[in-house]
């Protein structure tokens, strides 16, 4: 038995969630990976030093030079016969051009997975996390996305599988990269910090977004933000976290004034410590929370500023 997994990068360095998919894939024996990019030797390298992996297929083109789905289904079914399993991590790249190849290959995709059963049953977070189904397939080919939060992560280092050059799918020519809007920082992305600090409605604006960012820099943290707070205009939507924004799950997750709807709960539920702070007691966050403050954010959190 074997599995493919698409390698998630950015034509530099391979994504951390592609470690989690790795080790979901190891239930199947033998793991390739696949590897479409433009000018992506260095990410091609990289995941040949994955602990577990026998090969590395890569296509560099021009066409994989930006993550478009109708051109990453391409170079994956042309690669696809063989395997017993397409794996990807379940993240925004995933999520888009995975659908396409379960429907190519007329198979039911089997989503965002966090444990593997049996090389055809799996378990599946359902209603924002608060029940696991387990799914059990019949067909040929499982095409797959994974949970990275789900699972520990394949070592980077350590491996010594083959790369073996493909030629491209050929351009399918009917999207085009236009552009993108990414805010920058310094600090750690929230899918793969240690640390994350996030705001919610009680924030009161995106100017008061300052007040954790000096605590996010004092522990070199994230920042994130709960969906009211990205709704209300305070802060990108690239800081939401939440079933509608990144799934995380960080040594230390700070909620500040985030009441704790069951959409963001179910974006960070699984980090190792949660603490919350909030001048509402009866706030849903307190019931996850490892440990909670009741006070004004507007008092505690330059406090905590202050004592670091």
């Known amino acids: 038995m074997s599995a493919l997994v698409f390698v998630e990068h950015d034509n530099t360095e391979v994504k951390d969630a592609t470690l989690a998919a790795v080790t979901a894939a190891q239930a199947y024996g033998d793991v390739t990976l696949l590897v479409a990019g433009s000018d992506c030797a260095s990410v091609a390298d990289a995941a040949a030093k994955i602990d577990g992996v026998s090969k590395v297929l890569v296509a560099d083109d021009a066409a994989y030079a ?93 491996g010594a599988a083959t790369i073996e050059t493909i030629g491209a799918a050929g351009a399918v020519g009917i999207s085009s990269y236009v552009g993108a809007e990414l805010s920058t920082s310094d600090r750690p992305e929230l899918t793969s910090a240690k640390i994350i600090i996030s705001g919610g409605r009680g924030m009161g604006s995106g100017e008061n977004f300052a007040l954790i960012e000096k605590v996010a820099d004092k522990l070199g943290a994230a920042v994130g933000a709960s969906r009211a707070a990205v709704d209300a205009g305070f802060v990108p939507n690239d800081y939401q976290v939440g079933q509608t924004g990144k799934i995380v799950a960080p040594e230390l997750y700070i909620a500040v004034g985030i009441s704790g709807a069951i959409q963001h709960l179910a974006g960070m539920k699984d980090s190792k410590i949660i603490v919350a702070i909030n001048k509402d007691e009866d706030a849903p966050i307190f019931q996850v929370a490892d440990f909670g403050l009741v006070a004004d954010l507007f008092d505690a959190v330059p406090a905590l500023e202050a004592a670091l």
Not at 83 to 107: C, H, Q, W
């Open 66 to 158: 930006h993550p478009l789905a109708e051109e990453l289904a391409a170079v994956v079914l042309s690669v696809a016969d063989g395997y017993e399993a397409i794996i990807a991590p379940a993240t925004t790249t995933g999520k888009n051009f995975m659908p396409r190849v379960a429907a190519s290959l007329d198979v039911a995709q089997i989503s965002d997975i966090i444990e593997v059963v049996s090389t055809d049953t799996f378990k599946r977070p359902i209603y924002a996390g608060n029940a696991i189904a387990t799914v059990q397939t019949s067909d040929a080919v499982k095409v797959i996305t994974v949970r990275a939060t789900g699972f520990d992560k394949a070592a980077s280092e350590g």
